[in-house]
């Protein structure tokens, strides 16, 4: 076989010195038809979830899940915050009413805690005790409400506050303290600057009107578009509109955008940002590399034409032979250029060689091209049994870029072998000068043989030490993880997954019915990872003709002033409202009143003398604000309270259709929805959560179920195909080298390579992750290439022991290296934890495995110049 792949390259050899422009225009056709054909024809698809075979478990679990129930699943979750529960309603309503205006970039938008159903009801999911105790706060309360609805004025609230103050006859029936302080840190806020107003639901419903907290979840399902790199941009542009307007409205109102689409979203955005950056810096760093290495412009040039010609011809067969890239098969480009570069390098090192000995033009091809054709062959062979061994894991989105990558070796070497020598003949460099390189002490050409012993020595050792270490490596399977972690969408969502209510990392289960269901949740309710569970069933409240009967008395008590009670403040003198006020206040400072606690009254009275003198020489707007600040979501609270007295008992039927379409299929699946006890940011709190939900039942899904499955798929599918890639090496090294020891020399420096990197990686605590597995084909490619490389110039007749670091070869395989290197380790100062993360990798790997090629293969294979025809 060796024989006849000679005579091809002296063929081809011929045709190339014969029928350069024939070749270079050729080419130039192919590349202009493949970019035409690849810009109509190549689309991208964003789509994680089609990257793993729709045939594993969880992913079958999953789409059952989505297809029930659709608006659970590619959701954006907006989180609104305010400084009041009032506050964040009504931004959240607002919010919520601007997005589903947008029904072209929407399907859904609802808030999973507000509609006309739950504020009907609130009440009726109190306990008895808790509803008691707010019955009796309220109709304690019943004077202040009653004067403020015939009275909605600065002057009513500071009138009724008066006569509680300084009336000494009777107990009072509420406590004077929270309405006091509220007030008092209403002006303070007023007189620092800043805007809040009053929460009367805090100080007379203790939060139990519906919202229950100063955030709320708007959830909206937007309509995503995978032909697009970014799929959600259409969404995720209204969204944040949408977001800004709200915020605007109310300054103290913050909108925050999260969810599984927003965190891919902006993940792209990212990685995408840093791509533009990181690719300026790569290209300067890969010219001045090839410079450095080839000393020559035009090399560099044509070294750098042949990349792209070669990357747009991959792309054309990527839209032939696949039809889309994914997130993963996306970085074929990468691996291309750490793969392809390397075999230009090569090609034209010893071109530039044979011209310093003195070689003509045609005579300098004809040289490099029979030197270097059979080791690039050879790589290019063993680095696609490596993209090959992908294709069949279940692992789709490696799988494809096993297909591309493994087509781009072949275009790479075709190229390098065919298209650069036509080049080299068109436009061949003049009189090179040797390459003399000062940094390199000369003793470092003979260190590998000079000391091949005790290198032998702590190669085995620290291989043997690397393979202890592996035993700690892990695989990192929350993708949470791999992202900026300053980005909007990161930080709002460890926020929420630190929550046992609103985490997004619930996990949800089905039964066929409802009875089957509530036994599901039984079982779910005991373990220890579990928080809460829901079904349909949790949506009707238990005891509800008791918590009627308080309802109803609470209605004869407030009902009446409540629909009095009117939403427009009455116009009146507040300045002189709040000068009676403090003179009550001091009325009641001296008369040393029992009715409210002294310091709270000295500390207000105090408030109110900075406030009139700040006001005195501000405009009278400041007496306005001071009423809306306290009395301005009076009305929204007193609504809420009004609308809840008119609960009615309910059952299972009467749950309107908005809320069972959440809950109920179509095809009469009932959702059981599990919320977790722990901070899921923490991996051991999230592994203990699904496995134990899982040993009740194995159907659930949830993003915990498919970050972990598609981590384990991940590693399973890597751990298959290297294995695959490895022995299809072994195989095809002993075919073509016919001899064991050669074989071993170029795999166990590369295995060496492979443990060290691991070692290291384990120790810098950079574990493996979505992301960066994927430079492992790269790391294994040219730690193949590189040591075939070395050890063909080594055993070849005019290299020697001592020449064989002074080689172009070794040149080569250095620059190779540093070329890749540039392209690369830029990615290792970038924000996005996962590409930093593979750049950090590579530049362990590559640094790594050009030191095993370099110093450990020369080391083993001392001597073998001298007896380069034996044979084992």
Known sequence: MESFLKWFFYWCEAQILRFPWMIVLLTLALTGLSLTYSIKHLSIDTNTSDMLSPDLPFQKNRKRIDTAFPLDSGSLILVVDALTPEETSQAAIKLADILKQQGDRFEAVFIPTENDFFRQQALLYLDQ????????????????????????????????????????????????????????????????????????QNLLADNKLNTDSNRSIVIAKPKLHFDNI?????????????????????????????????????????VGLNAIWSSLASLLLVCLALW??????????????????????TAGFAAISVGHLNIISIAFACLYIGLGVDYAIHVCLHYREARVLGMVNAEAIGFSLRDVSFSLFLCALTTLFGFVAFIPTDYAGV???????????????????????????????????PIRSRLVPSWMNTFPFKYSKPIKIVSVLLGLLSCFILTKLTFDSNPINMRDPKSESVSTIRELLASKTDSPFSLTGLASSLDEAKQKAAKFEKLSSVHDVITLSSFVAEDQEAKLFTLEDLNLVLGGQLQNFSSVLDETDRKQALLTFNAELKKAISENTPNAPMATLQQLQQRVDAFLAKAESQPNDNYVQLEKNILGLLPFTLDRLRTSLTATEYGLEDIPDYIKLHWVSKDNLYKILITPEKDQNQLENLKEFVKQVQSIDDTVSGLPVADQASGDAVVKAFIEAFSGSFVGIVVLLLIMFRSIKKTLLVVLPLLLAAALTGATNVLLDNPFNFANIIALPLLLGMGVDSGIHVLQRHMSESCSDHDLLQSSTARGVVF?????????????????????????????????????????????????????????
Request: hydrophobic content about 50%; glycine content about 8%.
């Open 129 to 200: 005790d808790d509803l008691d105790d707010l019955a009796k706060k309220l109709t304690d309360a019943q004077p202040f409400i009653g004067h403020l609805a015939q009275n909605y004025h600065l002057g009513g609230l500071f009138e009724i506050i008066g006569k509680a103050l300084n009336e000494h006859e009777q107990d009072l029936p509420m406590d004077m303290n929270p309405l006091l302080l509220a007030v008092d840190n209403a002006l303070a806020s007023q007189l620092a600057g800043n805007k809040h107003y009053l929460s009367w």
């Open 292 to 313: 450095t290495g080839l000393r020559s412009i035009k090399l560099m040039l044509i070294t750098l034409l042949i990349l792209i010609l070669g990357l747009v011809l």
């Open 399 to 433: 799988s494809e870029l096993g297909i591309i990558s493994g087509g781009g070796m072949i275009i790479g070497l075709v190229i390098s072998l065919v298209t650069l020598p036509a080049f080299l003949r068109l436009f061949p460099i003049k009189d090179p000068k």
């Open 816 to 872: 190779s290296a540093l070329t890749t290197l540039c392209s690369f380790t830029s990615l290792a100062f970038t924000s996005h934890k996962g590409t930093s993360s593979m750049g950090l990798l590579l530049t362990i790997g590559i640094s790594l495995t050009l030191l095993c090629a370099l110093i450990v293969l020369p080391a083993f294979s001392k001597g073998m110049a001298e007896t380069k025809n034996s044979r084992i």
């Open 230 to 270: 970014l799929a959600a941009e259409g969404a995720q542009t209204a969204a944040r509109a949408a977001a800004q307007t709200v915020m605007k409205a109310n300054t103290t109102v913050r909108v925050r955008i999260t969810g599984e689409v927003a965190l891919e979203h902006e993940e792209l955005e990212s």
